[in-house]
């Protein structure tokens, strides 16, 4: 007979209880009928009868003992019978292989799977549930199937595991702890289902790197990264979210595998990085704080993306450096250039947009500038209309006074200055129209507002900056 057969048999007496019968629910010289269905069957030389339904392509790992898995599965007795389903329950069955927390046929036929791997194992009742069986489902001396999906498997002593899959070349620095750092990624299981993606909230995931601020496994993974850096860490459940997992998308003891793409990373003592990618050797001249410049410039963030280009615009930049017009670490990559010199620049954030960014820049973005310097008109120092780059007369009130009247009107004022800008004497402050900076120094020497300036009105700037020094030192 099979499983599930079902027979009639009809017995003779001579073959049944013969001319005695059995006592008085069977007359003597009685034929019987017999209604059967075969449940089950076993021998003791049995062993746990395995069927491999499909397997993964890619199997690293399988299962050994001490390994803790998680797996789905259908239980039922040899007539189809169920007496368990983890699918009914929606969760796993969660185990440690190999240690007797299973049924021996279980412990036995685990090992050797792979994650997503499927199996089908026919077990005796001796490797089951034995002469006791087991609550009302699983009666005594019952042989059981299990119909198993391996869905995790991770050991207890498991390190995360860290596979590089795209590395940026060159590589000027790799991440420590502390840094701060921005990046996308895909979460899954081991089975490859997604539970989580930066990519569907359209943002980075930024955080500082060994601080504690992350999952341990992530926080130790993404030490030793490149900007730019495509790395998959698989994290083992005590260095993610351990045997309570986490809300209703991460079950307790699940491993995890991260895909994560690394857009930049910066620490606070970062300076600016100045790569100089051609320079004049003729160059006599470079720019400095308060100097007017005209120059081109890509502005990208680290994994390529140009967010602004001077080219897209009629006419280049222009800025006054040092006058808070720019960010901070873009004015600092501007000085000490020179005419047709190029530049490549790395700008961390906080000599950038900050934390919060601005418009198209993200928040805490590490940017790159492509920069060319067209041109620069040298200027002065802070607080200074003028200056002289030769010695200034000796006697300023008397050169002047060109028509030696004892009196300097703004026209004559004006004419003076000129005359020393266009001789290489003296140098006007560059971006405003010069007229209106002679406007200027003529209202600061004209003391009484009369629109002429005396002897006893005219003071240096570099007098009156001393003499100031000299009350304050009093």
Request: hydrophobic share 35%; aromatic share 8%; charged share 25%.
């Amino acid at each position: 007979m099979c499983i599930n057969e079902r027979r009639k048999i009809t017995v003779p007496p001579h073959l049944a209880h013969g001319s005695k019968g059995a006592g008085d629910t069977v007359p003597p010289d009685t034929t019987l009928v017999f209604d059967l269905v075969l449940l089950d069957i076993f021998n003791r030389a049995d062993q746990v009868q395995t069927k491999v339904i499909s397997t993964p392509k890619d199997c690293r790992r399988s299962v050994m003992r001490t390994d803790f898995v998680r797996f789905h599965f259908n239980g039922t007795l040899l007539d189809g019978t169920v007496f368990d389903s983890s699918y009914k329950r929606s969760q796993t069955q969660d185990s440690v292989v190999g240690e007797g927390l299973l049924i021996k046929g279980l412990d036995e036929g685990l090992l050797g799977m792979c994650v997503g791997e499927i199996r089908h194992f026919i077990i005796p009742p001796f490797l089951a549930f034995g002469e006791q069986g087991y609550g009302t489902g699983i009666p005594p001396h019952a042989s059981v199937e299990y119909h198993i999906l391996l869905e995790d498997l991770h050991n207890p002593k498991d390190d995360i595991i860290v596979e590089t899959l795209k590395l940026p070349e060159p590589c000027a620095r790799k991440s420590v702890a502390g840094d701060f750092i921005r990046y996308h990624y895909n979460a899954s299981f081991l089975n490859g289902i997604m539970f989580d993606s930066s990519y569907q909230q359209n943002q980075t995931y930024n955080t500082y790197i060994g601080m504690g601020y992350m999952i341990a496994g992530i926080d130790k993974g993404l030490q030793g990264v490149c900007a730019g850096e495509w790395r998959r860490i698989i994290l083992p459940p005590h260095l993610a979210y351990g045997q309570q997992g986490a809300g209703k998308d991460i079950p307790g003891s699940a491993v995890l595998v991260f895909d994560i793409h690394v857009i930049d990373f910066h620490n606070i003592k970062d300076p600016v990085q100045v790569d100089v990618l051609h320079r004049s050797e003729a160059c006599n001249e470079s720019s400095e704080v308060n100097d007017f410049i005209q120059y081109h410039y890509n502005c990208s963030l680290l994994d390529g993306t140009l967010l602004f280009s001077s080219h897209d615009y009629e006419t280049p930049q222009n800025v006054l450096l040092g006058g808070d017009k720019i960010i901070d670490g873009l004015d600092e990559a501007l000085r000490n250039m020179c005419v047709g010199e190029r530049r490549t620049v790395i700008v961390p954030p906080h000599l950038g947009h900050g934390e919060k960014g601005a418009g198209i820049v993200p928040g805490s973005a590490v940017l790159r500038f492509e920069l060319e310097l067209l041109s620069l008109q040298k200027g002065v120092p802070e607080g200074y209309l003028f200056i002289w780059l030769q010695d200034s007369p000796v006697q300023p009130f008397e050169a002047l006074d060109i028509n030696k009247d004892h009196q300097v009107p703004l026209d004559e004022f004006s004419q003076f200055i000129k005359q020393q800008v266009s001789e290489g004497k003296g140098r006007l402050k560059p971006v405003r129209d010069p007229d209106s900076v002679i406007r200027d120094m003529f209202k600061n020497q004209d003391r009484n507002a009369d629109g002429l300036i005396t002897a006893d009105e005219l003071k240096l700037k570099v007098d009156e900056d001393s003499e100031k020094t000299r009350h304050e030192e009093l």
